[in-house]
């Protein structure tokens, strides 16, 4: 298992800001994602973070709107840009030790744009 | 495009009723079977899988499921459901075998047992 901390856990912000979203995991892991859980929706994928390259994109989302950052095998940075009243959501970082294995999954940020 | 289906939102129970929570997917190829659980204020996290083997799997606290390839279902059941069990229930696929394992989750089911 994995344990995976997020910062900041809520925020309000003003449109037209933007917000970098941390995650921080106990320990080493290969597959690091950031999803989007809309209020009354399920969780939507919005990238995976790659250790040392770009990270890859799910459709619907781009670069300029949502940067990811991994630097290492332990730490990812979501970034959402420039934002409007629909980015509101939680974010959730996920982390898992292989492909298609099991996911485990941080306690999510509570983003609010006014 | 693939989807899973979770047929109920709400459901309330009372204590020691049986549970079933149905859960479908469309996709035609091998795949990975998870239900994910998020009590209140905590942390989503793994309540059962199924990658192989025998369909019906066994998971934490009571709950089962089991995989009927036919029909494209993995539903969650649990024979006697507690107050503690009140949280949002999450079905997941993930195709198995292929480049992009992109993990699909359902809507959720929001199940409230009633003491």
Known sequence: ?114 | AQSVSQHNHHVILSEAASLELGCNYSYGGTVNLFWYVQYPGQHLQLLLKYFSGDPLVKGIKGFEAEFIKSKFSFNLRKPSVQWSDTAEYFCAVTPAFTGGFKTIFGAGTRLFVKA
């Open chain 1, 1 to 114: 298992s994995a344990v995976i901390s997020q910062k900041p856990s809520r925020d309000i912000c003003q449109r037209g800001t933007s917000l970098t979203i941390q995650c921080q995991v106990d320990s080493q892991v290969t597959m690091m994602f950031w999803y989007r859980q809309q209020p009354g929706q399920s969780l939507t994928l919005i990238a995976t973070a790659n250790q040392g390259s770009e990270a890859t994109y799910e459709s619907g989302f781009v670069i300029d709107k949502f940067p990811i950052s991994r630097p290492n095998l332990t730490f990812s940075t979501l970034t959402v840009s420039n934002m409007s009243p629909e980015d509101s959501s939680i974010y959730l970082c996920s982390v898992s030790q292989s492909n298609g294995n099991e996911q485990f999954f941080g306690p999510g940020t509570r983003l609010t744009v006014l």
